[in-house]
């Protein structure tokens, strides 16, 4: 019988991945534990539904932190908000979550997390599914990023007709992602569906 190649083990190496699952596993979304899609190749969409300045923003980008640390590439566009703006969501929840449990080798983590997370960002009256798409497509067939997962931070349902939502759950299950999106409850009209989803979010329910 011929011997076996010898395995080798990078103690850094070994370190590094033992602290990623230590993130994954302490990461306050394990508290709620949502279904992200991760486990299934059926492209997958989520809302998270909450008024301005609840955290709705603090919210996707747990989402996708845990998304790069289980072996993701995401792709986070930002409506409304500058780069540097998203940028420091990230760098403020990564930190926090470092000081929380006193963890080690974070700098390899975070150079990895910053490797598979692309900030992509629109002014408010500019963004469409049809630019998202162009933009994509140019990342993808440059092989420039490969994304699975996406999330969509400030798109205005309120605004938004049945063709354009439509037009982004095509995008998102033709691209094989998995997205969150995040939206705003209607004040002035606090109507709610059958199956709990606020105006104006609700008109739409049936594409999540």
Not at 60 to 75: C, E, K, P
Not at 171 to 195: D, T
């Amino acid at each position: 019988m011929a011997p076996q190649a010898a395995t080798l083990i990078y103690l850094r190496d070994r370190s590094v991945e033992m602290l990623k699952k230590d993130l994954i596993l302490k990461n306050p979304l394990r508290a709620w534990e949502p279904d992200t899609g991760h486990n299934t190749a059926t492209p997958r969409l989520g809302l998270v539904v909450a008024p301005r300045g609840a955290g709705k923003t603090a919210v996707l980008v747990q989402f996708a932190l845990d998304s790069v640390l289980r072996g993701d590439r995401v792709i986070h566009v930002s409506i409304g908000q500058s780069l540097e703006k998203t940028k420091a969501w990230y760098e403020d929840l990564f930190q926090e979550l470092s000081r929380s449990y006193k963890l080690e080798h974070v700098g390899e983590v975070h150079s990895e997390i910053a490797a598979n997370r692309l900030i992509m960002t629109f002014n408010t009256g500019s963004f469409s599914p049809a630019k998202l798409e162009e933009r994509l497509k140019d990342l993808i067939e440059q092989d420039i990023f490969h994304p699975q997962c996406m999330v969509i931070d400030g798109f205005s349902f309120e605004n938004a007709g049945e063709a354009q939502v439509r037009s982004l759950r095509e995008l998102v299950h033709e691209r094989q992602l998995h997205a969150w999106f995040s939206g705003v409850p209607e004040v002035k009209e606090p109507r709610v569906s059958a199956l709990g989803v606020p105006a104006p979010c609700d008109r739409f329910e049936e594409l999540f």
